[in-house]
């Protein structure tokens, strides 16, 4: 995949940084000595980590250096570092390991969190936030216009398995952690059409159906996808477009 | 139905008092004058309102005289009065209008909390939470042994209407205001096996099912419920029981 665009990310910064501070919120921990944002992004949420926890160490992780460097421009009281959220542990000090939209890309994940919630100091929190929207009509509608397009062959790979259910991380996590606590958010954003749809899910989901087409095919694609958003997503009476967007919520306390 | 049971239903207070906290967390107001708390029962969420809005005159509402001792020995800086979350308007100078599992008892709310809304300031935030569990096993069960019972007759007006969906709620109060949040959160409940499924609805949603049931009657039907729920329930693998839980929330400033 082609590195990440901090700007068309940025354009809906407000609704995308909820979901972190509702994580964020439920954190049970006053104080930390070191906090660790794995998968950063452009720092959104490495800056909600500074405010929270004032004194500690605030670190973010990510694999984009364009995203790095974005982060370190937007949150000077950080440090920042490459680092795969595949493969990185928490050494020890670490107290708050805060992972946000990041682990639904890294498949294996359901092995790679009790590793890391294993790895850490007793009393220290794991928080993972995950979008988990594979069942929406925008995601259902990428992998119909995917299979039923010219580009099929070339898109076979595109669509990524829905998370498992909620009990799968229960049991995963339950023998390294004290306590765990598992819940979902359904998001509902008013958007003003089916076109701010297509602009949301860009920036993400989208992104592995349109990075290994060619332009004329991606215009086509668009195309053919904006028509079926529009379809699914009738406008309330103002006219706007209620987006559902459900996101799985993971705290817990080792 | 009868007198509610401030002891049974503060039984689960810990995992109660989350969906308040959440919706309360997501009040867009750092100040108020008078602040009402609609529904208030024993002043779990009462109590969150006079933490938050230091100086604010706090009002809590309920229906049940033995709610309402309670709440006045819990909660001694709030004023608690008889009143009907049905009928009840804001006054002028109330910024704040909280109703935390309430309106699922009142079958039209969709037309009152609309003119709740439009009595209010501008400014003034209406925050409501509704448990949106009809379609869950627990309640699904519930209808099940009622219809298939000898009590089926007794029981027949016992099951609610589920809630609209989120874009009726939108469409109802967005004429009123300026910005409407809407989001569900499915909560996991992590309780010790199916019984304690059981105890957690006995205190609410069980409640208009057991009522019109002599005391036989009432054995047989929660034993039959009972092995239901331990069938639709199965236990993780530290056997415990996830009641998964889901919750509407409303946020609207006038």
């Given at each position: 995949m082609s590195d990440w665009s901090p700007e068309v990310y940025g354009r809906f910064e407000d609704e995308r940084t909820r979901p972190a501070r509702d994580l964020l919120a439920q954190v049970p921990r006053a104080e930390a000595r070191r906090?660790?944002?794995v998968g950063c992004g452009p720092g959104n949420s490495t800056e909600l980590l500074v405010e929270r926890f004032v004194g500690a160490e605030v670190v973010g992780l990510d694999t984009s250096p364009a995203m790095l460097a974005e982060a370190r421009r937007r949150v000077p009281a950080a440090h920042f570092a490459e680092a795969d959220a595949a493969t990185w542990l928490p050494e020890s000090g670490t107290d708050v390991v805060f992972a946000n939209a990041i682990y639904q890309w890294v498949p294996e994940h359901l092995a790679v969190l009790p590793r890391q919630l294993a790895a850490l100091d007793a009393g220290a929190v794991l928080a993972v936030q995950m979008?988990?929207?594979?069942?929406?009509?925008?995601?259902?509608?990428m992998k119909e216009v995917a299979a039923a397009g010219p580009w099929a062959a070339k898109l076979r790979g595109a669509a990524r398995d829905p998370l498992p259910s909620v009990t799968t991380y229960y049991d995963a996590l339950k023998p390294f952690a004290r306590r765990v606590?598992?819940?979902?958010?359904?998001?509902?954003?008013?958007?003003?059409?089916?076109?701010?749809?297509v602009e949301w899910v860009k920036g993400t989901g989208l992104r592995p159906f349109l990075d290994p087409l060619d332009d004329g095919?991606?215009?086509?694609?668009?195309?053919?996808?904006?028509?079926r958003i529009a379809a699914a997503y009738p406008a309330a009476r103002?006219?706007?477009?209620l987006l559902r967007f459900p996101r799985l919520f993971v705290v817990a306390v080792r």
């Open positions: 906090v660790v944002d979008p988990d929207n594979l069942a929406e009509p925008t995601h259902v509608l606590e598992l819940w979902h958010t359904v998001y509902n954003h008013a958007l003003a059409d089916a076109a701010a749809v095919e991606r215009g086509a694609f668009l195309e053919e996808y904006t028509r103002d006219g706007r477009v």
